[in-house]
């Protein structure tokens, strides 16, 4: 368990707004990720950290930016949210001293957009 | 491009009826091939990492197996506890930040 908490847990929002999904984790994790899940495709991955300020795309990242200023936060941002956003997001985060660098999960953010 | 499939999509057992998932995978050098649980509302819960070919790991009523094209997580004598979606994912040698890729998942319903 990585302590990785994520906020909001639950978020109903409008099409065109701005929303930003908030991952922390306690546990000095180096690299941090963020996947969405949806029926039929699986879980995803949107962006991921490689350290503070080193950021990368992953296969969905089109309408999403990521920031990272301290090791624990990993900011996800929809920068006009569509309807096609909605979705389960989970971040993520790599152990490399434990059981083979493992990838824990946080318990997830419901995204609504209407 | 690495690619995961898992089968069969869902699967219903009676209890004590043991069986076994499949997940077939292509990847360019696997680093590490991985097994996750899925409960309702809940983010997944890391179960298992297989590295090689041959290689076995258990805890409780699962055993995961790893060949060169496939892994199985077999499952004894479940009981309804194991209700779950379980997940496959590998990590590839050249895949960049160490990123998983997933299966769609097998969800099993374990019946009293």
């Known amino acids: 368990d990585a302590g990785i908490t994520q906020s909001p847990r639950h978020k109903v929002t409008e099409t065109g707004t701005p929303v930003t999904l908030r991952c922390h984790q306690t546990e000095n994790h180096r690299y941090m990720y963020w996947y969405r899940q949806d029926p039929g495709h699986g879980l995803r991955l949107i962006h991921y950290s490689y350290g503070v300020k080193d950021t990368d795309k992953g296969e969905v990242s089109d309408g999403y930016s990521v920031s990272r200023s301290k090791t624990e936060d990993f900011l996800l941002t929809l920068e006009s949210a569509t309807s096609s956003q909605t979705s389960v997001y989970f971040c993520?985060?790599?152990?490399?001293?434990?059981?083979?660098?493992?990838?824990?999960f946080g318990e997830g953010s419901w995204l609504t957009v209407v | 491009e690495d690619q995961v499939t898992q089968s069969p999509e869902a699967l219903r057992l009676q209890e004590g009826e043991s069986s076994s998932l499949n997940c077939s995978y292509t990847?360019?050098?696997?680093?590490?091939l991985f097994w996750y649980r899925q409960d309702p509302g809940k983010g997944p819960e890391f179960l298992f990492t297989l590295y090689s070919a041959g290689e076995e790991k258990e805890k409780e009523r699962l055993k995961a197996t790893l060949t060169k094209k496939e892994s199985f997580l077999h499952i004894t004598a479940p009981k309804p506890e194991d209700s779950a979606t379980y997940l496959c994912?590998?990590?590839?040698?050249?895949?960049?930040?160490?990123?998983?890729?997933f299966g769609e998942g097998t969800q099993l319903t374990v019946n009293p």
């Open positions: 990847v360019s050098g696997l680093r590490g």
């Open positions: 994912a590998v990590q590839g040698a050249e895949t960049s930040g160490s990123r998983l890729t």
């Open positions: 993520a985060s790599k152990d490399l001293r434990g059981p083979g660098n493992t990838i824990y």
